[in-house]
C-alpha cells in the first residue's frame, strides 16, 4: 500500500528509475487525470451505492434470519439454518451463466439490482453463521424480561437482540463490504452501460486506455483501495470486540 502510494505521485521516468524512493515534487495530476479523464467518479459513486446497499441489505436480512432461527421456537429452525449454510458451497461463477438468462430474461441487466441480488445472495450464508453464533450465547433472561414488562417480540428484536449484536454485525459488515466493493465478475458481465459500471470495471479500462501511463494506473488503484482501509479502520475495534467476547465465552 505504501509502494503504491509513494508511486501514485510520480511521473513514469521516476517510477522506473527509483521504484523506492520517496519523491520531492508529487504529481497531484495523477489523481486529477484518473478521476475526470478515466471517468472514476461516476465509477466511484455506483460502487458506493452498490456495496453500501447491498451490506445494509444483508444486515438486515441476517440479522433477521439469525433471530429467527436461534430465538424463536419452531421445528424448522435447523433445517433452515442448514438450508442457508448450504450456500458457502456453491461457487460464484456456476452461478453467472443461470443468472444472466434470468436477468436478461426480466430485463434486468444493466439494473444496480442484478448486482445487489447477488451480492446478498452469497454475503447471507456466513454473515448468518456468524450472528446465529453469537445470538445464540445471549442470555433468554434478557428478553423474557422485556416480554414481562410488556414488550413484543419486535421489540426484542429491533431494542435488545439487534443492540446487543453490534461486534458481529461490524465484522459482517467489513467483511461483506471489502467483497462487494472489489467484486469484478458479476459487474463485468452484468453491466456494459458505461455509466453504470462500478469502479473495479472502470480499472480493466486503463489497461488499455493508460497503458503507458503507469503511475495514473495507481493512481487509480489507490482510489479504489481508501474506502476498504476506511470502513475497516472504522468498524476494527468491533472485530476485536467481537473476537474477545468469543473467546472468553469459548
Not at 433445517?79 to 450456500?87: E, I, K, R, S, T
Not at 434470468?102 to 454475503?123: D, H
Not at 463490504?177 to 470495471?201: G, R, Y
Amino acid at each position: 500500500m505504501i509502494w503504491l502510494i509513494l508511486n501514485s505521485f510520480k511521473t513514469n521516468s521516476q517510477l522506473f528509475n527509483d521504484p523506492w524512493g520517496i519523491t520531492f515534487s508529487p504529481v497531484f495530476g495523477n489523481y486529477i487525470t484518473a478521476w475526470t479523464s478515466g471517468k472514476i467518479g461516476t465509477s466511484f459513486l455506483n460502487s458506493v451505492f452498490v456495496s453500501a446497499s447491498s451490506m445494509l441489505i444483508t444486515i438486515i436480512i441476517a440479522s433477521m434470519a439469525a433471530f429467527a432461527i436461534t430465538r424463536l421456537k419452531w421445528k424448522l429452525s435447523g433445517a433452515v439454518l442448514d438450508f442457508f449454510l448450504l450456500g458457502v458451497m456453491i461457487p460464484i461463477h456456476s452461478t453467472l451463466i443461470p443468472l444472466f438468462l434470468m436477468f436478461n430474461k426480466i430485463k434486468l441487466t444493466n439494473n444496480y439490482l442484478s448486482l445487489i441480488l447477488p451480492y446478498v445472495a452469497f454475503a447471507l450464508p456466513t454473515s448468518i453463521f456468524i450472528l446465529t453464533g453469537f445470538m445464540s450465547t445471549i442470555p433468554r433472561e434478557v428478553e423474557e424480561a422485556f416480554i414481562i414488562d410488556g414488550g413484543s417480540m419486535a421489540g426484542v428484536f429491533w431494542k435488545i437482540i439487534f443492540p446487543l449484536s453490534k461486534s458481529p454485525i461490524a465484522t459482517i459488515s467489513i467483511f461483506n463490504f471489502v467483497s462487494m466493493w472489489n467484486e469484478l465478475m458479476f459487474a463485468l458481465i452484468f453491466m456494459s452501460d458505461q455509466n453504470k459500471m462500478t469502479l473495479p470495471v472502470c480499472l480493466t479500462r486503463f489497461k488499455g486506455q493508460y497503458s503507458t501511463n503507469w503511475t495514473v494506473q495507481l493512481a487509480a488503484v489507490v482510489i479504489m483501495v481508501i474506502p476498504s482501509i476506511a470502513v475497516y479502520l472504522l468498524l476494527s475495534d468491533r472485530i476485536i470486540e467481537s473476537m474477545t467476547v468469543g473467546a472468553v465465552k469459548g
